[in-house]
């Protein structure tokens, strides 16, 4: 099964979210778990994550289908200590939200060190994660690849090993590529996508591959930078798109639109699904 579709809007309940990528023929989506750029969200209303388990399954989505996203504020390689623990923080109370809504797996960007040794940031990044997943011993987390702005780490397969390498519950970290991100590193998925997912698996095996982003860019290979485009409308083109779907490693793992206009979604999710 390929688990299609976008990052859906959680506004006035999250268990509306189900219906909204329904409306959209997506097989998969993406949410947040609350409000992305605030520290502090009112708990969810009682008797609202059993709402979203039970639309759900009511309309036909795996749990394993969906893809939860962490706030944009926590910062896992943080050198300032009170902005590591509000990180910490933060990453706890939303793990524990996706336990509440019958998922298993978060996705993270890995964060940016900001200052000292980009080695120190990973160091820090990987302790995070350890600490996030000793609390919750079911949970998966997958590490979010980068376009490599900056302090911001995790833009190439090597810093993802690194990460990888520093942790101790290596059995329940992996990763989700987006592809604007590959594009952003120097990673040329429109010329030869292939061969990127190729390195990929070779250095992590296809079990390490949790989740995808799937943005086309607005930006040139390798220009550091992350800028989203519709399917086919950026630079790298439909074409890298059916490739990537098409592989068998990109099975049973979400598959997540993040692009611009979600007036496109519908007719983006249609032809990636109607292509297999």
């Known amino acids: 099964m390929r688990y299609i579709g976008p990052h859906v809007s959680i506004s006035e309940s999250i268990s509306l979210s189900p219906e909204r990528a329904k409306e959209k023929g997506a097989t998969g989506f993406a949410i947040f778990t609350k409000n992305q750029r605030q520290w502090r969200s009112p708990a ?13 399954t009511g309309l036909g989505f795996s749990p394993s289908s ?22 910490l923080a933060l990453f706890m109370e939303e793990a524990r939200r996706v336990m509440e809504l019958g998922l298993d797996v978060i996705n993270i960007h890995p964060g940016a060190y900001k200052e000292g040794e980009r080695i120190d940031g990973i160091r820090r990044s990987a302790a995070m ?15 979010e690849d980068t376009a490599g702005s900056g302090t911001i780490i995790g833009s190439s397969f090597e810093e993802l ?3 990888l390498d520093f942790t101790v519950h290596k059995d329940r970290l992996g990763f ?10 120097g990673y040329d998925v429109k010329g030869d996508p292939d061969k990127v997912l190729d390195q990929f698996f070779s250095i992590f095996g296809s079990g390490k591959l949790f989740g995808m982003h799937l943005n086309d860019s ?21 074409e890298a798109f059916l490739t990537i779907v098409g592989r068998k490693e990109t099975e049973g793992i979400p598959l997540i639109l993040e692009t611009p206009n979600e007036e496109l979604w519908k007719e983006e999710i249609s032809g990636l699904l109607g292509a297999y």
Do not use: C, Q, W
Request: aromatic letters at 4%; proline letters at 6%.
């Open 161 to 163: 090993e690194t990460l």
């Open 176 to 185: 989700t590529l987006d592809t604007a991100h590959l594009y952003g590193s």
């Open 129 to 143: 994660m350890d600490r996030v997943l000793e609390a919750y011993p079911n949970l998966r987390i997958a590490v």
């Open 66 to 87: 969906v893809l939860p996203h962490a706030g944009y504020l926590i910062n896992p390689a943080s050198p300032d200590k009170e902005l590591s623990e509000k990180s």
């Open 44 to 56: 969810m209303k009682e008797g609202e994550a059993k709402s979203f388990r039970e639309n759900l």
């Open 218 to 238: 607005k930006v040139p290979l390798g220009s550091k930078k992350d800028r989203h485009d519709n399917i086919g409308l950026g630079l790298i083109g439909k």
